[in-house]
């Protein structure tokens, strides 16, 4: 068996090792084309803020490491250009030089990932605006700051990477504007769970400009850029972050023939098979299926592009797994505060007409009177005819990502709020209650 893989970083190097775990004797091949195979993308943020200090602290695995311990082929700088479905070739172009040459394939998978969304705006490729996908990427932010003394920056979008931006850049002494085209920060969540976040960004010094979005770009004096808003406002920085989502790295595929998804992602059935039976693809490029409906959706995260990458190595030899499906289960750290959330959203449930319960809490982490308690806010919807589990939102300054884990696992297990009632979960005062902010949900919800 010959496997090719085009694309690293999560899906793919994950479908790598684990295809080598099933198979000793199996010929596999990563064609990536940059220089990096596996890196830490998720720590991007924190490297530009230099809570992360070293650069090569990001690489989580190196072309020698998969030779050496694994026996794979690793060949950065190596871009995919054509597939031929029928001969069961790839064309490959060496990026540093070389003559293209085709490989050949039993099985092919496709990991090539999402490229940042940089709308069509004048000025838009002005030298000091910056999206943040790769580790380059990570080190020409760094790099600007230092040689360009920045002292304002803006943020384009709202979102989880942009605020994780502001934190970071707002941590430099950099004063911060977040520009959204939404009416509230982080819009996968519900606009009732915010109002304490926003507070906690302003506090912090960052500026929100909420409901609006950008229209120009334009170079002014003193090496700034002036962003001109849709609503007609000015605003001059020294530095801009696009951070206004991703969209799938599709080309390679739909030229080769394959179904492209509605929201541009490659389409998948729950073996991560395209249609083509011997091409699979995983991560951010692909369409896949929400756990809790079935509907198609593309969520571009870690978790489930590593789960992807497993799953397509199983089937390729032999096994029969199948993706469960995603939730979007989230976290994000704003200053103080951590933000997070899985499954449905309100908003989603209302947009899919779906009959739906919901309750708020707002326990402490731990019991009140051990030092430190802080309320944690809560909201879980759910099924009001079984009790079943839809989606869970929870904001506070510790303890958040425990409770939200949790209700996460009861979610993939099809569990109800009952289910929560009797949950069995650790207790020490320093870390919960005998009433759990998880029990008290199911309790709440059970009345």
Same mark, same amino acid.
């Given at each position: 068996?010959?496997?090719?893989?085009?694309?690293?970083?999560?899906?793919?190097?994950?479908?790598?090792?684990?295809?080598?775990?099933?198979?000793?004797?199996?010929?596999?091949?990563?064609?990536?084309?940059?220089?990096?195979?596996?890196?830490?993308?998720?720590?991007?943020?924190?490297?530009?803020?230099?809570?992360?200090?070293?650069?090569?602290?990001?690489?989580?695995?190196?072309?020698?490491?998969?030779?050496?311990?694994?026996?794979?082929?690793?060949?950065?700088?190596?871009?995919?250009?054509?597939?031929?479905?029928?001969?069961?070739?790839?064309?490959?172009?060496?990026?540093?030089?070389?003559?293209?040459?085709?490989?050949?394939?039993?099985?092919?998978?496709?990991?090539?990932?999402?490229?940042?969304?940089?709308?069509?705006?004048?000025?838009?490729?002005?030298?000091?605006?910056?999206?943040?996908?790769?580790?380059?990427?990570?080190?020409?932010?760094?790099?600007?700051?230092?040689?360009?003394? $920045?002292?304002?920056?803006?943020?384009?979008? *709202?979102?989880? +990477?942009?605020?994780?931006? !502001?934190?970071?850049?707002? %941590? &430099? #002494?950099?004063?911060?504007?977040?520009?959204?085209?939404?009416?509230?920060?982080?819009?996968?969540?519900?606009?009732?769970?915010?109002?304490?976040?926003?507070?906690?960004?302003?506090?912090?010094?960052?500026?929100?400009?909420?409901?609006?979005?950008?229209?120009?770009?334009?170079?002014?004096?003193?090496?700034?850029?002036?962003?001109?808003?849709?609503?007609?406002?000015?605003?001059?920085?020294?530095?801009?972050?696009?951070?206004?989502?991703?969209?799938?790295?599709?080309?390679?595929?739909?030229?080769?023939?394959?179904?492209?998804?509605?929201?541009?992602?490659?389409?998948?059935?729950?073996?991560?098979?395209?249609?083509?039976?011997?091409?699979?693809?995983?991560?951010?490029? $692909?369409?896949?299926?929400?756990?809790?409906? *079935?509907?198609? +959706?593309?969520?571009?995260? !870690?978790?489930?592009?590593? %789960? &992807? #990458?497993?799953?397509?190595?199983?089937?390729?030899?032999?096994?029969?797994?199948?993706?469960?499906?995603?939730?979007?289960?989230?976290?994000?750290?704003?200053?103080?505060?951590?933000?997070?959330?899985?499954?449905?959203?309100?908003?989603?449930?209302?947009?899919?007409?779906?009959?739906?319960?919901?309750?708020?809490?707002?326990?402490?982490?731990?019991?009140?009177?051990?030092?430190?308690?802080?309320?944690?806010?809560?909201?879980?919807?759910?099924?009001?005819?079984?009790?079943?589990?839809?989606?869970?939102?929870?904001?506070?300054?510790?303890?958040?990502?425990?409770?939200?884990?949790?209700?996460?696992?009861?979610?993939?297990?099809?569990?109800?709020?009952?289910?929560?009632?009797?949950?069995?979960?650790?207790?020490?005062?320093?870390?919960?209650?005998?009433?759990?902010?998880?029990?008290?949900?199911?309790?709440?919800?059970?009345?």
């Amino acid at each position: 068996m010959k496997v090719v893989i085009i694309g690293g970083v999560a899906g793919g190097a994950s479908c790598a090792a684990r295809a080598r775990r099933l198979s000793e004797d199996s010929e596999i091949i990563v064609l990536d084309r940059g220089r990096y195979v596996s890196f830490a993308n998720c720590g991007l943020p924190y490297y530009v803020g230099d809570v992360i200090h070293n650069e090569k602290d990001l690489i989580v695995a190196t072309p020698e490491l998969f030779k050496n311990r694994f026996n794979i082929d690793v060949r950065l700088q190596s871009e995919a250009v054509s597939i031929d479905r029928q001969a069961k070739t790839v064309t490959v172009r060496p990026l540093d030089g070389g003559n293209e040459y085709t490989e050949s394939y039993d099985a092919l998978v496709l990991s090539p990932g999402a490229g940042p969304i940089r709308p069509p705006l004048e000025g838009i490729d002005l030298p000091g605006i910056f999206s943040l996908r790769t580790i380059p990427d990570s080190r020409n932010i760094r790099n600007w700051i230092k040689e360009h003394h $920045v002292k304002e920056a803006a943020i384009v979008g *709202g979102g989880f +990477i942009g605020l994780e931006m !502001a934190d970071n850049l707002t %941590r &430099q #002494g950099i004063r911060v504007k977040v520009i959204e085209l939404q009416t509230q920060v982080m819009p996968p969540l519900d606009p009732e769970m915010l109002p304490e976040v926003e507070k906690h960004l302003k506090d912090n010094g960052v500026e929100l400009i909420l409901g609006d979005a950008v229209a120009s770009f334009k170079a002014s004096e003193n090496e700034l850029i002036t962003i001109r808003t849709q609503s007609g406002k000015d605003i001059a920085v020294g530095m801009v972050i696009l951070a206004i989502g991703v969209k799938p790295e599709n080309a390679l595929a739909k030229a080769a023939g394959l179904e492209i998804g509605a929201r541009g992602g490659i389409r998948v059935d729950r073996q991560m098979r395209t249609t083509d039976p011997a091409i699979w693809a995983v991560g951010d490029a $692909v369409e896949t299926h929400e756990f809790s409906t *079935g509907q198609n +959706i593309s969520v571009p995260l !870690a978790g489930p592009a590593n %789960r &992807q #990458g497993r799953i397509a190595a199983d089937v390729i030899f032999g096994r029969d797994s199948a993706f469960r499906g995603v939730q979007g289960t989230a976290v994000c750290r704003i200053f103080d505060y951590t933000v997070a959330m899985t499954g449905l959203s309100e908003k989603t449930l209302q947009s899919l007409k779906t009959v739906y319960q919901k309750i708020y809490l707002h326990p402490g982490q731990h019991v009140s009177y051990f030092p430190g308690a802080h309320a944690i806010d809560m909201k879980v919807l759910f099924e009001p005819s079984t009790g079943r589990i839809l989606g869970a939102q929870a904001v506070g300054q510790d303890g958040v990502e425990k409770r939200i884990d949790v209700i996460s696992m009861a979610i993939q297990m099809k569990a109800t709020v009952f289910d929560l009632e009797e949950a069995e979960l650790c207790y020490a005062p320093q870390f919960g209650a005998a009433k759990d902010p998880v029990n008290f949900a199911g309790m709440i919800a059970a009345n």
